[in-house]
């Protein structure tokens, strides 16, 4: 009776087998690695050309986060601070000190000092940063306690996952637009912030969403244009 398989059949099973169980491997290592932080970036904490110590500056002295940032509230884009915004201060403070060299030597040259970018949008998705300052959405839930930061890290994964958690239900982020950012109109500035009593968040974040029109994309086209 002739074979039904061809010869070397076995083979094949065995090496189709192999072959499966590798990409089995593949698969499992992919995703164990999408969900570490090496991949989502979390602890990030890159050397700056200046050791800016946020906890002093904001948490100590009590600076906005807008005085350095300006541009959070009007433009897409947040901004590193200007040469001029540091020597506003440190012409007079600490002028000496040799750890704000590299401050003086682009206040003298005019060449921006060279900031290491921590919170880093894909080429890939579009993100508008004052849209969502001007909607409640607080510094900190995207940068962390940057006020008790002795030097900034990435706090949090700013994953697709992680984005569309708040897009799906903002009515657990949201804040008044006085509690989003520290200053005068905000004392508080921290993961800490409560609601006022008589109320919960979810409760507070329907009637914002509805007084401020909150109403994220929740498709791919919001952020992949």
């Not at 020597?87 to 900031?115: E, F, Y």
């Not at 009515?171 to 009593?197: H, I, M, Y």
Request: a positive charge; hydrophobic letters at 30%.
């Amino acid at each position: 009776m002739a074979n039904i398989f061809p010869p070397g059949t076995n083979q094949t099973v065995i090496k189709a087998g192999i072959f499966l169980n590798v990409v089995g491997v593949l698969v499992v290592l992919a995703v164990w690695y999408y969900f570490t932080p090496k991949y989502s970036r979390v602890g990030y904490e890159p050397t700056q050309p200046v050791h800016f110590q946020h906890d002093i500056h904001v948490n100590q002295l009590g600076l906005d986060c807008r005085y350095c940032h300006s541009y959070v509230e009007v433009s897409g884009h947040s901004n590193f601070p200007a040469t001029q915004t540091c020597m506003n201060c440190h012409r007079q403070v600490q002028k000496d000190n040799p750890k704000l060299q590299p401050i003086r030597d682009s206040w003298a040259t005019g060449t921006p000092v060279a900031w290491v970018k921590i919170h880093n949008v894909p080429d890939y998705a579009y993100f508008n940063h004052s849209a969502h300052v001007n909607r409640g959405v607080s510094c900190v839930s995207c940068h962390g306690n940057v006020d008790n930061m002795n030097t900034v890290y990435q706090a949090e994964s700013q994953s697709m996952g992680w984005c569309l958690n708040c897009h799906r239900n903002p009515q657990n982020f949201v804040r008044p637009l006085a509690a989003t950012t520290p200053g005068e109109k905000s004392p508080v500035f921290d993961l800490e912030w409560k609601v006022p009593d008589g109320t919960t968040q979810g409760q507070l974040g329907l009637q914002l969403v509805k007084d401020l029109k909150i109403n994220p994309p929740k498709d791919c086209g919001g952020c992949h244009r």
